[in-house]
């Protein structure tokens, strides 16, 4: 059994900075790669960012690139989303997500937290 444990939403304007947190407790194996989707109101669940265990493999969603960088700290179990320059667009539930191997199809997801932008 996994679980992960997301922190660090709230409400921010345009053009500020959140920074996401995932813990992540249970079979290592199961969280080798760890990432993050979000969900707007009325919108499909979409990808975000990955990363695998050893930090050599990111992939980025394009709404996000260069804005948002995502990073671990394998001695904590935990994955960061640094969001910057945040949008009203990147308003959502962010969730986060976790996969032995990079499939974009995760096993194990968070409870989410909502991020809120302001214009």
């Known amino acids: 059994q996994v679980q992960l444990v997301e922190s660090g939403g709230g409400l921010v304007q345009a053009g500020g900075s959140l920074r996401l947190s995932c813990a992540a407790s249970?079979?290592?194996?199961?969280?080798?790669?760890m990432g993050w989707f979000r969900q707007a109101p009325g919108k499909e669940r979409e990808f975000v960012a990955t990363i695998s265990w050893s930090g050599g493999d990111q992939v980025y969603a394009d709404p996000v690139k260069g804005r948002f960088t995502i990073s671990r700290d394998n001695a904590k179990n935990t994955v960061y989303l640094q969001m910057n320059s945040l949008k009203p667009e990147d308003t959502a539930s962010y969730y986060c997500?976790?996969?032995?191997?990079?499939?974009?199809?995760?096993?194990?997801w968070g409870q989410g937290t909502q991020v809120t932008v302001s214009s």
């Open positions: 249970g079979r290592t194996l199961s969280y080798v790669y």
């Open positions: 997500a976790s996969e032995p191997i990079r499939t974009m199809r995760p096993n194990y």
